[in-house]
């Protein structure tokens, strides 16, 4: 890659551990204060509503890995010359972790949106819904839907220690990216 400036991967399993790891206190910090505020019994109620419906639950979770995906794709897509183009999805199978990948470079913001987008959508958004409904069942998987998004908050902090100025590129095989530095006939409008 031309004017090629850094190479930032994260190994699948780390993000994988570190999602793991990010799960208690997202747990802690979304849950906590939902108990003080609706009743643990809420939380109790949704727990036991997600036990007695294991067959949606899944359905409900291979749908969120698919929407996850496609929402960071969309997002590239808007900002891609190439548009859709420009997007592919895969599995990673030795890990079974799902990817999407734009084959264009974006500048930081954007590139930022589309990481940050699936975990706002599938899981903030849902959380604040279900403050909002007193909804237990949606506090639950909101809260797991955040700690699935770890791999892209880890990515994204790594991008926000470059100048705006940089274009990057989604790595085509790895958790990461790719810095390439501005030449004088690019431009980078934000």
Not at 38 to 43: S, V
Not at 143 to 166: C, H, N, W
């Amino acid at each position: 890659m031309e004017n090629l400036q850094a190479e930032e991967i994260i190994e699948v399993g780390k993000a994988n551990r570190v999602a793991l790891l990010m799960f208690i206190p997202i747990a802690i910090c979304g849950i906590v204060p939902f108990g003080l505020i609706h009743g643990f019994e809420a939380i109790v109620q949704g727990f036991n509503t997600l036990k007695h419906n294991q067959l949606y639950l899944l359905i409900g979770f291979l749908a969120t890995v698919i929407i996850h995906e496609g929402i960071h794709g969309v997002t590239w897509a808007l900002f891609a010359k190439n548009g859709l183009k420009s997007i592919s999805f895969g599995i990673k199978w030795s890990y079974l972790t799902p990817y999407c990948h734009c084959s264009e470079t974006l500048n930081r913001n954007h590139y930022i949106l589309g990481g940050v987008m699936p975990g706002v959508v599938t899981g903030i958004v849902p959380l604040l819904i279900s403050y909002a409904t007193a909804n237990g069942w949606l506090l639950l998987i909101s809260v797991f839907l955040i700690a699935t998004a770890a791999g892209d908050f880890m990515v994204i902090k790594r991008v926000l220690k470059y100048s705006p100025a940089y274009r990057f590129l989604d790595h085509p095989t790895e958790i990461g990216f790719m810095v390439k530095a501005p030449t004088n006939t690019e431009s980078f409008q934000q």
